[in-house]
């Protein structure tokens, strides 16, 4: 008879296997670019066989899916709960600026996605259409309140591909232009972030006729992360 406490300990153990080649895998992919890693390199900080990578997950493709696809989950977590978390009796325009300042909070304080993006570029195009998610999947639980906006008479000429954009703009600036953040704010890093999501909510603040001084004056980002996020495991 097969020991079913045994079996889920199997089951276990092969999880946590995978997400710490996940782990390893994204880290590389975020500090040396996906074209630059190996299946061998991924094994060797992960701590396991490249027979074992390629069991669980085929190939490096494949590792770097998965790792979009939690990325997708976690960006889509956040939305789902701005969205739940915003007081509804708030005007459309004031509600769509808190729930944006309070995503790009998030987003900054956990770079991974915007490394990853960076690692992307010059790679293979679908890896990085993957990662951005181009069917806009992850953005339907903002696409109400845009509406609601936009009735009100705000951001009227505006897509929501072209509020992604700037949103990413601003979440992957940080991480792909880092000596010039520094240079700008100092090289203490919550203090450039900060400043830099400062910039942000001044830029969005008249676009969606919000008084600056209404703009939050948080003394750290954390101050405005999305409940739940601001442990930075939450990606892979």
Known sequence: MVDKRSGRQSAEAAEQTKKSILCAAADLFSQKGFDKVSVREISEVAGVSHGLIRHHFGSKEQIWHRICDE????????METLVE??????????????????LMASLLVDPRPSRLAASAMGSKE????????LTGKTEKAFAMELERAQAAG????SSMEELKWFCCLFSDAPATLRPLLSQT????????????????ARLLAPMLGIDKSAIPEPANLRELMVCGTCE????V
Request: proline share 9%; net charge negative; aromatic share 16%.
């Open 126 to 133: 679908e890896l990085f259409d993957y990662l951005y998610d």
């Open 71 to 78: 990325i997708h989950l976690y960006i889509q977590g956040l």
């Open 232 to 235: 930075p495991d939450h990606v």
């Open 85 to 102: 978390e915003a007081d509804p009796n708030l005007p459309p325009n004031e509600r769509l600026f808190e729930m944006m300042i309070r």
């Open 185 to 200: 704010y100092g090289p203490e890093q919550d203090k450039a972030l900060l400043e830099h999501w400062r910039l942000f």
């Open 154 to 157: 705000y951001l009227t000429d």
